[in-house]
Nanobody, 126 residues
Framework: QVQLVESGGGLVQTGASLRLSCTAS????????MGWFRQAPGKERKFVAG????????YLEDSVKGRFTISRDNARNTVDLQMDSLKPEDTAVYYC???????????????????WGQGTQVTVSS
């Protein structure tokens, strides 16, 4: 069992930056490919960014390319989402997800992930 905990959310103004972190309790994340998803009120959960187990491959959803960066530090057992130039449409609950896989391919579908965190709220005011 993997328990994921997100941190770093908050309320910021348009154009600001936030850094979300995801860590696991009691388990190393080095054998997991990881993803970040978000869910805005009244909308379905959507993929934001993903990274394979080694960090050699990443993928970002089109609306966040050039603004968000996903990275991982397997020694620190964390996966981060650096969010720059935030916009009001980035407002959502952000979830960290994990899939135990040595695949070099990033998983972009929610049903590929078996483990989920509780989420952290990101609110961007205009």
């Amino acid at each position: 069992q993997v328990q994921l905990v997100e941190s770093g959310g908050g309320l910021v103004q348009t154009g600001a930056s936030l850094r979300l972190s995801c860590t696991a309790s009691g388990r190393t994340l080095s054998s997991f490919r990881m993803g970040w998803f978000r869910q805005a009120p009244g909308k379905e959960r959507k993929f934001v960014a993903g990274i394979n187990w080694s960090g050699s491959s990443t993928y970002l959803e089109d609306s966040v390319k050039g603004r968000f960066t996903i990275s991982r530090d397997n020694a620190r057992n964390t996966v981060d989402l650096q969010m720059d130039s935030l916009k009001p449409e980035d407002t959502a609950v952000y979830y960290c997800a994990a899939d135990r896989s040595w695949s070099a391919v990033v998983a972009i579908n929610a049903n590929q992930y078996a483990y989920w965190g509780q989420g952290t709220q990101v609110t961007v005011s205009s």
